[in-house]
């Protein structure tokens, strides 16, 4: 066996990878408001929050600004203004959001984590999200926390994936080298070109088997992960 370059880090998206969201944006908003006391109708709060969506697509378009704590908030007080609700509420909203938000996780993650970290590979997270607040609170909801050594979030570095500067932010806060670190995620723009683009080996998660065409290294499930790191060593 080569260790020189045998992959010692796996990295993994969150969203579509890891977990993913239970519930529509607009309910989860809903039931938020109703919480802290302001009854709405919820078609209206769905209504407000697509308009706000669709203004954040255009701003993004225009300005290449990437999704942050601040964009979020500029968002929720967009959707608070439309249902003619106190902006003011903006920032205890935005701070209580991520713990009400439900998330369900693959079946196929848990048992390859464990997998992983019972043969010796270090892992990481590096997700488009919000912030590293939100994705550690996220993470540690649903339980999978303590499998990561360290998180990478979008939204607090400056640049989102598939931007090299995050996969290479990776290499140097892990100390290897682009060879030894292998990220998976089910984007393939942002994830396995993403990845490859840096130097990394890329793998595109390919849950729903519908990208049979694309020339690329390639998984269905989590699950098939060891035997393809396997092959690395």
């Not at 579509?16 to 938020?32: D, F, N, S, W």
């Not at 701003?59 to 609700?85: F, P, Q, S």
């Amino acid at each position: 066996m080569s260790f020189k370059n045998m992959v010692k880090i796996v990295s993994l998206d969150f969203g579509g990878t890891i977990a993913y969201e239970l519930e529509k944006e607009h309910v989860v908003y809903h039931r938020l408001l109703e919480e802290l006391g302001y009854s709405t109708d919820l078609n209206l709060v769905e209504k407000a929050l697509k308009e706000a969506r669709d203004w954040w697509r255009e701003e993004r378009a225009r300005t290449g600004r990437i999704w942050n704590m601040d964009v979020y908030l500029e968002l929720i007080k967009r959707v608070l203004k439309a249902l003619g609700l106190p902006i003011e509420i903006a920032p205890d909203f935005l701070k209580i959001l991520p713990h009400r938000v439900k998330l369900g996780v693959y079946e196929d993650v848990e048992p390859t984590l464990k997998e992983l970290k019972s043969k010796g590979y270090r892992l990481i997270v590096i997700s488009n999200v919000s912030s590293l607040d939100n994705l550690s609170i996220y993470l540690s909801r649903v339980g999978l926390r303590d499998y990561f050594e360290f998180l990478i979030a979008s939204g607090t570095v400056g640049f989102e994936k598939p931007d090299s500067r995050i996969f290479e932010l990776a290499l140097e806060k892990a100390g290897v080298s682009p060879a030894e670190m292998m990220h998976i995620g089910d984007d393939y723009e942002a994830d396995y070109l993403g990845a490859e683009n840096a130097g990394l080996i890329g793998v595109l998660l390919d849950r729903k088997n519908v990208h049979g065409d694309k020339q690329c290294r390639r998984i269905v499930e989590l699950t098939e992960l060891p035997d393809l790191l396997a092959s690395f060593t």
